[in-house]
């Protein structure tokens, strides 16, 4: 198998979080008979392993994870177009992928802005925000099974709903999708981009390390606005801080460990239920140890 392999490798490095310990390997695929190679190899010797792009919507413990991690970020960056759809890996960034939209004229993606992932974690928790999430957008979906057999599910099977979709419970590997855009003005586009840059960053705490919003939106109240008026920004356990800024993101203030997080995480949640009786649940994903 052509890539790297990692012994070791702090998670750390790996998430936006800046937080985890070891993965006894970690391994960077280069084509996708690597990534079919590698998954044989874990399923073979039956060995656990995760599926990684960004590391954006994840705490890792502070144990690490005992078995194998695959990260798709060094390849399956591939973006074209055929006519108005988008073809696109599952390793490319957003950020590359809403500007080489925007680039070509097609509009549909600009709600994904500032969003820090990949392709592939975003189609698996239907990433998005207020104004539109990317299972809107997506018409296919080119997934490896735990076999190394290639499957494409079209938009129904994908069973999107609000930040899940049935493939957070399947054991596919994301490989690319097809996004079905629409033709706009550039113009209006970089225009759109620019306003939810600014929305974004005049609200999220971008300067600090974090992995996004904590907890889903409750169907009664935005999660950030509950934890507000409950009095949750700047609470603190060790180094991981409620923002000041935006209540649903914990920030890694200051070498902030997992344990840290989780308790803080628990805190919130008990402030939820005993001051308005709602039960918070977790949006990023808690790999403890696998």
């Not at 049935?166 to 590997?173: I, T």
């Not at 203030?253 to 803080?264: G, I, K, P, S, Y």
Request: glycine share 12%; aromatic share 6%; with cysteine.
């Amino acid at each position: 198998m052509r890539g790297r392999v990692l012994l070791d490798e702090p998670m750390s490095r790996h998430t936006t979080f800046g937080i985890g310990g070891p993965a006894d390997a970690l391994v960077y695929p280069e084509t996708e008979e690597d990534l079919r190679r590698a998954i044989d190899w874990f399923r073979e010797r039956s060995i656990p392993f995760k599926v990684i792009g960004n590391g954006s919507n994840l705490l890792v413990g502070d144990p690490g994870i005992r078995g194998g991690v695959i990260k798709l970020t060094r390849a399956f960056k591939q973006i074209s177009f055929s006519g108005n759809t988008m073809l696109v890996g599952a390793g490319a960034k957003l950020a590359c992928v809403i500007a080489a939209a925007a680039e070509h004229g097609l509009s549909g993606l600009e709600s994904m802005m500032g969003i820090p992932g990949t392709v592939g974690g975003a189609l698996v928790m239907n990433a998005g925000t207020d104004v539109g999430t990317i299972g809107d957008l997506v018409s296919e979906a080119w997934l490896m099974n735990d076999s190394g057999e290639t499957r494409i599910w079209r938009d129904r099977e994908l069973g999107y709903g609000y930040r899940e979709s049935a493939l957070s419970e399947s054991r596919m590997v994301v490989v690319g999708a097809a996004l079905a855009l629409r033709p706009a003005d550039r113009v209006d586009i970089y225009a759109k981009m620019n306003r939810l840059r600014e929305k974004r960053a005049s609200r999220q705490p971008l300067r600090h390390r974090s992995a996004g919003s904590v907890f889903r939106n409750p169907p009664e109240i935005a999660a950030a606005k509950l934890l507000d008026r409950a009095g949750a920004k700047g609470m603190r356990v060790g180094g991981a801080e409620v923002s000041r800024k935006h209540a649903n993101f914990i920030v890694n203030r200051e070498h902030a460990t997992a344990r840290d997080v989780c308790e803080l995480i628990e805190q919130l949640q008990r402030l939820a239920l005993t001051t308005y009786g709602i039960a918070l649940r977790t949006e990023i994903e808690i790999l403890e140890d696998t």
